[in-house]
């Protein structure tokens, strides 16, 4: 028995029916590519290479060996069990107090203890992903903006505007100044939204920044709370890439701006976390919104029940992020792996010919690849693209799905896979940019255009991937905000 | 500055459910370190079989020590987030769902979508099936939590469906159309009925009949029904309990368009008693609804740790059988206690064979057939007697006198002590109208407080 869509339509909300999800953009074609034929290294070496999941596998093994000392971190070891009903049953929405005590301790020793973070602030969502939708139902009424640096990640679309009906307006940023946030950007994007009689109700920025892995100067940071300040809207800094930074300048969270000598209104400061990045569990689902603002927090901890995190978890990371000597130590590996792990990426490709921005964070480099295009158009980077993953077999992710105004830029992850894997990718990069010393032109015929995209997915990861609705044609069904298409 | 959303009141927690929280908080019972305190029974939480899977979980240390076959998955689990979910895990939910059916139907696991609890489930249909401004039909009394859940962050309306102490709150034909047609003259779209099944704060289980009326409905006005069954497991008596599914089946309606507008809502936290696990979920026919709803719920996932954990209790069918039959049976005992207790005071329960709780009238114990006067009768309950009962209002029962009281969630000790309470409270009601005195001084003790507002986590 079928159903037609209008059908559907009729019987399901717009929301079940409509794109706002982000996930039918054209741009799935490398995942596909990717779950059809997943590398591996000895049963698959010639597939393709996952390099868009911008994931956190470098330092499992000091992770696992705390977890075997530490048996009764778990419930369900002889060493634990004890707990086990307390623990089962405890389903207050403020969160077991050590779980808040020990993510609250682990955030300030990420930022070097440079400052402390209040336990009774910590309010848990379902991963960063819940983190930002809740901070925007606290915010924003359906209809109002969050004012974006591009470019920014492409899930922000969904977690900001799917269900909460807001808007997101991108501030320009370009590599001119090496992708900078700048006073003029900022005006100017409001201006346009004062135009469009759209009302502005924050700032949204990611810092480090995804894609680009860079962090906010003391400088920049400082005009962004006065900005703020002085339009009298929210400034929401999504920090989950904090503990990634591996080399100066080192990072500045906006708590510390804060605290320094500046006027500021501190209702309107809001913070995202969560351990997805910097431990490497996006499976435990534990996000953190930490606000300045008493009411944000009385509301967000109330929606909290709509993605409180398992108290098995809570439990287990409480114990993890409470043992001092562990987290040193891993903040010190960890940026000390990913470090050496960028810096064989980025000088590889450099021998190459191939630059990188300049960045000291995050989990990938934002690749400069605008010499291969044969024009410097977004359809030019779609045919580099669809190159390098039916050809190079790497499923990078093209900058236009980051809503980056500059074709050519294409996000590259390295701390997902093994040193093999990685020199292995760096070999397939090599050969790619020797053959092609030409920019890459379209071909006839290109069946990667005929390509269908219509997808379903039996097993898909759900972060990081490319949904953007920014750049598609002017055919599509998602609704775009005016100020989307005038930039 | 903030939204209407976080300004406005409509999360529903300044409600009287929330209240009695607050004051059993300040003051929680404690058989040694405060016999005077509140005893809770405003929370519907199973804690009667924990034993059970302690001892499980003692012998079974290498399965959940977040291994297989002695080799770690700590890493696969950490990096698991495919919002499809473990496949192992829910390979499980649907046997045991079925199992708890009687294996009367069968589930497909490509058609469940988890999530953070069934609070996040309920919302997530929401989401999914109506847009802001229209409305489900709901039977009163029901769960306090659906005003949050339901309508907050979603826009959606809700419409009573009347059902009275007269017929035992059966839902009849006409109750249903009478909702409809009050909805439509207030201008609401309505998408659907949501049913809990077993009822909270009831404790029955829907009959056939009743079943098959609200299918009828749901077919002529094609609106969709919601089966919120994470209950089903707390039946300890017969009548037995019959699903949505098995009663459109029986029908062979599974060619037919109801089914594809028919959802059932289940979560672990009151048949295994895991509340603070967070598993909820979605199982739906519509394939539309379990995209979107999958989607939805990167909102709140599932912890894979958790998914892991559970999936391997659950493959050991011997021990979840054993532990589904002893569960029952001790509610069922609890359940005659408390019911026993009561009438030895005079109180009569709601006939029920299922849930955590039981609907108890107390409309001889009012002053007057008001709400005012239940409000008053309950806050002596709270304050005087020591007892966190939920008052029938604050579930929107059209009558007043009803209050919902939960035993699960206690030692047998504990619900003596209850009894004793109540029986206390009933002769000082007594007295109270025999001598028409204001207030019973000689039970006004340190049970005393001021009502003041305070946050609290609703529980169901």
Partial sequence: MGFTLSNQQQLLSKMATGNGHGENSPYFDGWKAYDSDPFHVTKNPNGVIQMGLAENEMCFDLIQEWVLNNPEASICTAAGVNEFKDIAIFQDYHGLPEFRNAVANFMGRVRGNRVTFDADRIVMSGGATGAHETIAFCLADPGDAFLVPVPYYPGFDRDLGWRTGVQLIPVACDSSNNFKVTRAALEAAYEKAQKANIRVKGLLITNPSNPLGTVLDRDTLRSLVTFINEKKIHLVCDEIYAATVFSQPSFISIAEIIEEDIECNRNLIHIVYSLSKDMGFPGFRVGIVYSYNDDVVNCARKMSSFGLVSTQTQHLIASMLSDNEFVERFIAQSAKRLKARHMRFTMELAQVGTSCLKSNGGLFVWMDLRRLLKEQTFEAEMVLWHTIIHEVKLNVSPGSSFHCPEPGWFRVCFANMDDKTMEIALSRIRNFVAQYKEPIAPRKNNRYWQSNLRLSFQSRRMDDIMMSPCMMSPHSPIPQSPLVRAT | ?460
């Fill in chain 2, 1 to 460: 500055m903030l939204s209407r959303k976080a300004s406005c009141d409509s999360h529903g927690q300044d409600s009287s459910y929330f209240l009695g929280w607050q004051e059993y908080e300040k003051n929680p019972y404690d058989q040694v370190k405060n016999p005077n305190g509140i005893i809770q029974m405003g929370l519907a939480e199973n804690q009667l079989s924990f034993d059970r899977i302690e001892s499980w979980l003692a012998s079974n240390p290498d399965a959940l020590e977040l291994k297989r076959n002695r080799e770690s998955v700590f890493r696969e689990l950490a990096l698991f987030q495919d919002y499809n979910g473990f496949p192992a895990f829910k390979n499980e939910m649907v046997e045991f769902m079925a199992n708890m059916r009687g294996n009367k139907v069968k589930f497909d696991p490509s058609k469940l979508v988890l999530t953070a609890g069934s609070t996040s489930a309920n919302e997530t249909l929401m989401f999914c099936l109506a847009d802001p401004g229209e409305a489900f039909l709901l039977p009163i009394p029901y769960y306090p939590g659906f005003d949050r859940d339901l309508k907050w962050r979603t826009g959606v309306e809700i419409v009573p469906i009347k059902c009275t102490s007269e017929n035992g709150y059966k839902i009849t034909e006409s109750a249903l159309q009478e909702a409809y047609q009050q909805a439509q003259k207030f201008n609401l779209k309505v998408k659907g009925v949501l049913v809990t099944n077993p009822s909270n704060p009831l404790g029955t289980t829907m009959t056939r009949l009743e079943l098959n009326h609200l299918i009828d409905f749901a077919m002529e006005k094609e609106i969709h029904i919601i089966s919120d069954e994470i209950y089903s497991g707390t039946v300890f008596n017969s009548p037995s309990f019959i699903s949505i599914a098995e009663a459109l089946t029986e029908r062979n309606l599974e060619d037919d368009e109801v089914w594809n507008r028919c959802h059932i809502v289940y979560s672990l936290s009151k048949d295994l008693g895991l509340p603070g696990f967070r598993v909820g979920m979605i199982y739906s026919n519509n394939q539309t609804v379990v995209s979107a709803a999958t989607k939805m719920s990167s909102f709140g996932l599932v912890s894979s740790q958790t998914q892991y954990t559970l999936s391997q209790m659950l493959k050991d069918k011997k021990f979840t059988a054993n532990y589904m039959k002893e569960n029952q049976r001790r509610l069922k005992r609890r359940k005659e206690m408390l019911v026993c207790g009561l009438k030895g005071a005079g109180i009569r329960c709601l006939e029920s064979n299922a849930g955590l709780f039981c609907w108890v009238d107390m409309r001889h114990l009012l002053r007057s057939n008001t709400f005012e006067a239940e409000k008053e009768l309950w806050k002596k309950v709270v304050c005087e007697f020591g007892l966190n009962i939920s008052p029938g209002s604050s579930c929107h029962c059209s009558e007043p006198g009803w209050f919902r009281m939960c035993f699960a969630n206690m030692s047998e000790e504990t619900l003596m002590v209850a009894m004793q309470r109540v029986k206390a409270l009933v002769d000082s009601t007594i007295v109270h109208q025999q001598t028409g005195l204001s207030k019973s001084r000689w039970l006004k003790s340190k049970w005393v407080f001021q009502l003041a507002s305070y946050e609290r986590e609703p529980d169901r």
